[in-house]
DNA sequence: GGTCCAACATTTTTT
DNA sequence: ATGTTGGACC
């Protein structure tokens, strides 16, 4: 493919930031305005005119994001020796590789959520605090965002004022010890530990430099300090460092993420080109305009003017729903009447805020037999079998890894009980040594039982094998011998959960896959435990499987399907209770909202439920906030009812107003059990819900608490 | 060491 | 309402 072929069929400002040569370069890429295309096509035209495929690094987020951007890469006839991967899975490749020159261990294990939790538990013990008043996951968050922040350990203890975080300062402090005496990073450190390495040892920094001349950075805006330190050192001396994003899609700094990365890129690099991509080339103009309607309402952002040329498509559809029961049920029929009229099932995705709605929509899926994937690709890895079976594999690649050692040391049950356990790591921590070395002569602790050292023989034989297995054989190899070995088999096949020994055998069957991408022999345990150890939810979407997609809005980012569906736009769902207590944000909801929506391409429908359950009971709702705020034309308002089993909907076509669509409104009539009838004057949303002041026809204006008030909407005719 | 029951919280979003 | 965890009991 000749150069100028790539150029083709591309805009004017998506041809600049394609032959754009050195020099750092920032593209602020409206959601669909070909962003990806861009980047691929701008690798592959680098790649043929002034450098070569394995000079270029391409950064995402997920690994499915990496995943695509090689493969559309390759179409484009790239050459061999490109580079996209996630910060996490780069960092960590690259501690491994270089991690010696700062005093890692390139076996180190990767700490998941529960393994960190495990350290957490250890390490409040170790800093003499209690568990009750400083929660493990409590710590875990505010460690993190220290150190998404690139506040270390040592750092926090001297600033840290009051007694509160005193104590915090300890207990991290100990995290860290107990990570290092284990040779373990959690996520956080693996970004934290390179960004350190780039700072400190120029040497290797010059090294990366060299060999990786093109940076990219995709969704910059979600970018925390340490990231950004990274992505910096890495262009440090060829300031070739090519970032996109977009600040109206935001979503993450709940995790750290700093969108003064994006704000401030020209000032950190005063020679960037900036180039703008505003036509989008995914949605309807009605959906442009119904999402742009909604993000206009955020303070703090920087205008930007989304146009789109495609041709009109249906409204924007808000639909009422009298419960969750009815929405879930809208929503199937929907779709069964998309795919009657000849549309796929993968065409359509389903949002929501929070994962505990999934659970509503998957019954109406199943029920009216629509097949749907769901973006839960990390739940099978927290599998307690997998999870077992994976600590074994741990164990053996790093015997440092005691939060795996415990896991397995008795399961299956090989009579080492608790004492035994405690005795163990006791007289570990007494002679300085980690406990695996001495399970190589259990008869030497104190006081184990006679069974529990013939236990502790087995399991080191066992992990003997293992090693065995996997210094010879192939990844799958290794696996297949941990299940087939290790007791774990017949542990789950008697158990009444008969999926266990399935996800045993998925497992074998990844590991296998995973071999075949490695057919050189350049795969290794190690390695491949390290892909695991990074897979997001996102990144088990098949885009072609032939099933509705259910994810989270947080996971869609990235994504378009042709027809969207929301659901549960209700206020302190969307946005979220949380955004409005302390350091809560309420326009990053707002973004949220925005992401979701501009993922459509033909269809965006919304819906949420008057009443709506949670936690076993049901609770009137109040629509949300951007609903309001969407346009006043070009919206279709549905209404579902809920008939004597039969889900039966009324459309009202852009016949009234859309504020209609609520019961809550400025001028809506109402009822009080005490106060009698009166008149919405004006809504607000504050902190503690809707908050609505009425005019009573009895007493005058009085301010009420939607969810607290029985207030009741009345209809015109019952009006006195 | 395993099983069963009761108490408990339910995590907004995740690499 | 439901799933998880910890403790009591076998």
Not at 655 to 680: F, K, N, S
Request: glycine share 6%; aromatic share 8%.
């Amino acid at each position: 493919m000749e150069p100028d072929e790539l150029l083709e069929g591309l805009t004017e400002p998506q041809r600049e930031a394609v032959v754009h040569g050195d020099g750092p370069l920032l593209v602020l890429a409206g959601p669909g305005s070909g962003k990806t295309r861009v980047i691929t096509h701008r690798a592959a035209y680098l790649a043929r005119t002034i450098t070569h495929a394995r000079h270029i690094l391409a950064i995402t987020f997920t690994n499915k994001a990496a995943r695509e951007m090689a493969e559309r890469m390759e179409r484009l006839d790239v050459g061999p020796g490109l580079t996209c991967s996630t910060f996490h899975s780069f960092c960590a490749r690259s501690l491994r590789m270089y991690g010696d020159r700062a005093g890692i261990k390139p076996n180190f294990s990767i700490f998941d959520e529960a393994d960190q939790q495990q350290a957490m538990k250890a390490a409040i013990r170790q800093a003499e605090l209690s568990e009750e008043n400083f929660t493990p996951a409590r710590m875990l968050h505010k460690i993190s965002r220290l150190k998404n922040a690139m506040i270390l350990a040592e750092d926090f203890a001297q600033q840290a004022q009051g007694w509160e975080d005193r104590a915090v300062a300890r207990i991290y402090l100990a995290y860290q010890q107990v990570l290092k005496a284990q040779n373990a990073l959690d996520f956080d450190d693996l970004l934290v530990e390179m960004a350190l390495l780039l700072g400190r040892d120029p040497e290797l920094r010059d090294h990366l430099n060299d060999r990786y001349r093109y940076v990219l950075v995709d969704e910059y805006q979600d970018t925390n300090h340490a990231q950004y330190l990274i992505a910096r050192g890495l262009a440090l001396n060829h300031e070739n460092l090519c970032v996109t994003g977009d600040p109206d899609q935001s979503i993450y700094a709940w995790r750290g993420a700093n969108l003064q990365n994006i704000l401030q890129f020209e000032e950190d690099f005063p020679k960037a080109k900036v180039i703008r991509l505003e036509e989008n080339f995914r949605s309807t103009p009605q959906i442009l305009d119904a999402a742009d309607a909604v993000i206009k309402h955020n303070r703090k952002r920087k205008r930007k003017a989304l146009f789109t040329c495609n041709p009109a498509g249906p409204p924007v559809r808000v639909a009422r729903c009298e419960d969750q029961h009815a929405e879930s049920a809208f929503v199937a029929r929907e779709i069964k009447k998309h795919v009657n009229a000849g549309g796929r099932y993968d065409d359509v995705a389903i949002f929501y805020r929070t994962n505990a709605l999934s659970r509503n929509i998957e019954a109406a899926l199943r029920n009216a037999t629509i097949p749907y994937q769901i973006a839960r690709g990390v739940a099978f890895f927290q599998r307690t079998e997998v999870k077992d079976v994976l600590a074994y594999l741990k164990v053996v690649a790093n015997p440092l890894d005691t939060v795996s050692l415990e896991r397995i040391i008795n399961t299956p049950a090989r009579k080492i009980g608790k004492t035994s356990v405690e005795r163990l790591f006791a007289c570990a921590r007494q002679r300085g040594r980690p406990p695996q070395a001495l399970l190589e002569r259990p008869e030497d602790i104190p006081d184990i039982p006679k069974a529990a050292v013939k236990g502790m023989k087995s399991l080191m034989s066992l992990l003997a094998g293992i090693a065995e297995a996997a210094e010879h054989g192939a990844v799958r190899d290794a696996v297949e011998y941990v299940v087939m070995n290790s007791g774990l088999l017949s542990h789950h096949h008697d158990s009444a959960d008969s999926s266990a020994v399935e996800n045993m055998n998925e497992l074998i069957s990844a590991a296998a896959q995973y071999d075949r991408q490695h057919p050189d022999g350049d795969g290794s345990l190690t390695d491949w435990l390290t892909q695991v150890a990074l897979v997001s939810d996102v990144d088990a979407i098949d885009p072609e499987v032939g099933a509705v997609t259910l994810m989270t809005l947080h996971a869609a980012k990235g994504l378009e399907f042709n027809h969207v569906f929301m659901v549960g736009l209700e206020d302190g769902l969307l946005p979220h209770q949380r955004s409005r207590e302390e350091n809560g944000d309420i326009e990053e909801e707002r973004r949220l909202c925005f992401v979701g929506m501009t993922r459509a391409r033909r269809a965006l429908t919304m819906t949420y439920a008057k009443w709506r359950e949670s936690r076993g009971i049901s609770q009137r709702t109040t629509g949300s906030q951007f609903l309001h705020e969407l346009p006043r034309e070009g919206i279709e308002q549905i209404t579902v009812h809920d008939e004597e089993e039969e889900w039966r909907y009324d459309r009202e076509v852009d016949e009234a107003p859309l504020d209609d669509a609520y019961e809550w409104r400025e001028g809506q009539m109402v009822r009080h059990p005490d106060y009698g009838t009166g008149q919405i004057q004006a809504l607000e949303w504050t902190g503690r819900g809707t908050r609505a002041r009425v005019r009573f026809k009895a007493i005058g204006d009085m301010t009420i608490y939607l969810q607290y008030s029985n207030l009741e909407p009345l209809e015109f005719e019952e009006m006195d």
